[in-house]
C-alpha cells in the first residue's frame, strides 16, 4: 500500500469500489460540504472534490478536502493544471498531504471559455499526463519536478480520467495506456450512458492488458429530468447520450425514477464487465439521491473506512 | 506572417481627433498581405480621416507613408522629414513595427491604428489562422508538423483532451482539434508510435514566460 486512502484499500482488496463526487459552493460556507458529505459519506469510499468545474470559482477542492479529512472522510482531490502552473500545484500537494490527504486526480481542466470568468489567461503550464509523472516522482523519487529533493515526500494515490466516449476513439486507449505509464493508480472514467460504446473501449483496454495495471473505475450521472438529458446531449463537450435514454426520460411518468432506473442499470451493466473494478457517481447537483442508487445495486454497506490515527497530526510525517 | 487586424474605425478617429496634425504609417509587409496595414489600407483610412474631420469641421492635416518594413530601422528612416511636421503618428503595422517607431521618435505620441492578432497562415483569400506562438522550441517534428501549442486551446502536449469530438475542439467548433489532425498525420505517416510516447514538461524560458527574447548571432553582429 503507498498510502492510508481508503480507496487504495478497498481498491487492494478486490472489492468493487464506489466513489462519488462533491461539487464544493460558490461561497465560504463550510455547511454546504457537511450537507453533502453526510448524504455521501456512508455509501462512498472516496468523495471526489471538483477544483472549479467547468471553470467556473468554487471554494478551493483542497480546503473542501481538508473538511471532508475531519469528518473522517477520504477525499479525492481534483487538481486541473488549467488555473495552477508547477509551483503551484506541487506546493498545493504538500499541503494536501499534510492535511492526510493522499488521493488526487489529475486533470487538464475545462477550458475557461465555458465558465463565469471566460476573459481570464488560462496557464497549461503542464498537461494531465505530465502531472502524473510529477506526482508520481514527488511520491516515488522524493523529489520535486525541479530534480530537487522533498524531506518529508507527500504519500499520494494518484488518479486520472479518461474519456472513452471522445474521440479520436483509437487513440483513447492509447492516452489511458500513457496515463498508466506515467504512473496513474486508478482511472475514473466519464459519464457511460452508451454501455456497448464503454464495452468496445474495455475490450480495447482488456487487449492491452491495461486493466491489470491501473483500477479502472466506470463514471455514471443520474439525471434528473428529460430538459437534463436533452442539454447534456447537446451541450456538454466530451458526454455521449444515446437518442434511447432522451426518449425514456420524455416518456417516462417518474422522470426521477426513471433516471434512477438508467443509472441503476449502468451500473449493473458496467459491474458485469471484466476490468471495471468500480463505479464513480457524478450526482451534480442530486447529491441526495447517491445513496438511493447505491442501495439499489446492492453495494451498500460500504467496507468501513479505517480509522484515524488520532495523533497523525502530531506525528513525524504529517501524511502518514 | 504575422496577422493583424485595423481597429475599429470610431477609435481610430477618436485618436486623431485628439491632434491637428497626424501622419499614418503603413506597413508594407505582412500587414500588406493580410490587408490591415498596407499602403492601400492607409490611404483609404487618411481619406476617411480627411472626410471624417471635413464633416466635423475639424482641424486636421493628415500626411501618410507606406514604408517597406516598420521593423527595420533602416526603413523607418524615410519618414523622418514628415515625422517632423505633425504631431503624432499613427502606425499601421504590428506591435513590433509601431514601437520601432515609438523608439525612433522618442518625442511623437505614437498610436497604434492596428490589433496584432497572430503569426499564421492564408488559409485563402480573406481567411487567415493561427499556426504558431513562437514558444522558442519547435517540436513540430513529434507531433506531425501540427503545433499543439499553438493550436490547442489547452496547449496539451500529450494527446486531445475528453472534448474532442468529431475531430472539432470544444472551444470553437469550427476549429479543427489539433490533436485529431496530429493523430491522423501520424497514423498516415506510419509514425503512430510518437502517439505513445510521453512529451516531457516544456521548458517555458524560451516562450515568453523567461522575458523579453533576443537573437544574438555571432558571424552577422558588426
Redesign the interface.
Given at each position: 500500500m503507498k498510502t492510508d486512502s481508503n480507496l487504495e484499500k478497498v481498491l487492494a482488496s478486490g472489492e468493487f469500489a464506489v466513489t462519488a463526487e462533491l461539487g464544493p459552493p460558490r461561497g465560504a460556507d463550510p455547511e454546504d460540504i457537511h450537507k453533502k458529505a453526510k448524504l455521501l459519506g456512508d455509501c462512498a469510499d472516496a468523495i471526489n472534490i471538483t477544483d472549479n468545474q467547468t471553470a467556473i470559482v468554487r471554494m478551493s477542492s483542497i480546503a473542501a478536502g481538508i473538511l471532508l479529512k475531519q469528518r473522517g472522510l477520504d477525499p479525492v482531490i481534483q487538481i486541473v493544471t488549467?488555473d495552477r502552473n508547477?509551483i503551484a500545484i506541487q506546493s498545493d500537494v504538500l499541503g494536501a498531504a499534510a492535511h492526510g490527504i493522499n488521493n488526487v486526480l489529475c486533470l487538464?481542466?475545462?477550458?475557461q471559455?465555458f465558465g463565469d470568468h471566460p476573459t481570464s489567461k488560462?496557464v497549461?503550464?503542464?498537461?494531465?499526463?505530465?502531472l502524473i509523472?510529477?506526482l508520481k516522482k514527488m511520491r516515488d523519487e522524493k523529489k520535486f519536478?525541479s530534480g530537487a529533493d522533498i524531506d518529508v515526500a507527500p504519500r499520494l494515490f494518484i488518479g486520472a480520467?479518461?474519456?472513452p466516449f471522445?474521440?479520436?476513439f483509437e487513440?483513447r486507449v492509447?492516452?489511458l495506456?500513457?496515463k498508466i505509464?506515467?504512473g496513474t493508480d486508478f482511472i475514473q472514467t466519464?459519464a457511460v450512458f452508451d454501455v456497448e460504446k464503454f464495452e468496445e473501449w474495455m475490450k480495447l483496454v482488456r487487449k492491452k492488458e491495461l486493466h491489470k495495471k491501473t483500477h479502472i473505475l466506470a463514471g455514471v450521472i443520474p439525471i434528473k429530468s428529460a430538459k437534463m438529458a436533452k442539454y447534456m446531449k447537446e451541450n456538454v463537450?466530451?458526454l455521449r447520450i444515446p437518442d434511447e435514454i432522451v426518449s425514456r426520460m420524455e416518456k417516462a411518468k417518474d422522470v426521477k425514477e426513471e433516471g434512477i432506473k438508467i443509472c441503476t442499470e449502468t451500473i449493473e451493466r458496467v459491474r458485469k464487465i471484466e476490468g471495471v473494478q468500480g463505479i464513480h457517481i457524478m450526482a451534480v447537483a442530486w447529491e441526495s439521491i447517491v445513496p438511493k442508487i447505491v442501495e439499489r445495486v446492492g453495494l451498500l454497506p460500504r467496507p468501513p473506512i479505517r480509522k484515524e490515527d488520532s495523533n497523525a497530526n502530531e506525528s513525524k510525517n504529517p501524511n502518514g | 506572417m504575422i496577422v493583424a487586424e485595423q481597429k475599429p474605425i470610431a477609435e481610430i478617429i477618436s485618436i486623431a481627433f485628439k491632434h491637428k496634425s497626424i501622419l499614418v504609417v503603413g506597413c508594407g509587409t505582412c500587414v500588406t498581405v493580410c490587408f490591415a496595414g498596407g499602403e492601400k489600407e492607409g490611404k483609404t483610412l487618411s481619406s476617411l480621416l480627411r472626410m471624417k474631420a471635413q464633416m466635423e469641421q475639424k482641424l486636421l492635416e493628415i500626411e501618410e507613408l507606406t514604408v517597406e518594413r516598420q521593423c527595420d530601422h533602416e526603413f523607418i528612416e524615410k519618414i523622418v522629414p514628415l515625422a517632423g511636421k505633425v504631431e503624432a503618428i499613427l502606425s499601421l503595422a504590428c506591435g513590433a513595427g509601431a514601437q520601432l517607431i515609438a523608439e525612433k521618435f522618442p518625442d511623437k505620441i505614437v498610436y497604434p491604428g492596428l490589433n496584432t492578432t497572430f503569426l499564421g497562415i492564408t488559409e485563402k483569400q480573406g481567411i487567415w489562422k493561427e499556426r504558431c506562438l513562437g514558444c522558442g522550441t519547435c517540436l513540430l517534428d513529434k507531433t506531425g508538423g501540427i503545433c499543439p501549442i499553438a493550436r490547442c486551446?489547452?496547449?496539451?502536449?500529450?494527446?486531445?483532451?475528453?472534448?474532442?469530438?468529431?475531430?472539432k475542439c470544444?472551444?470553437n467548433p469550427e476549429t479543427d482539434?489539433a490533436?485529431?489532425l496530429i493523430?491522423?498525420r501520424l497514423k498516415k505517416l506510419g509514425q503512430s508510435e510518437c502517439?505513445?510516447e510521453?512529451i516531457?514538461?516544456?521548458d517555458?524560458s524560451t516562450s515568453r514566460d523567461g522575458g523579453p527574447r533576443k537573437v544574438i548571432r555571432d558571424d552577422l553582429t558588426l
Open positions: 488549467r508547477r487538464s481542466g475545462d477550458h471559455k488560462n497549461f503550464d503542464i498537461d494531465s499526463i505530465q509523472q510529477m519536478m480520467a479518461e474519456n471522445a474521440d479520436p487513440f492509447i492516452r495506456s500513457k505509464s506515467a466519464q463537450a466530451g | 486551446a489547452k496547449n496539451l502536449l500529450n494527446g486531445p483532451c475528453g472534448g474532442s469530438q468529431e475531430g470544444e472551444v482539434c490533436w485529431q493523430y491522423e502517439l505513445e510521453i516531457p514538461v516544456k517555458w
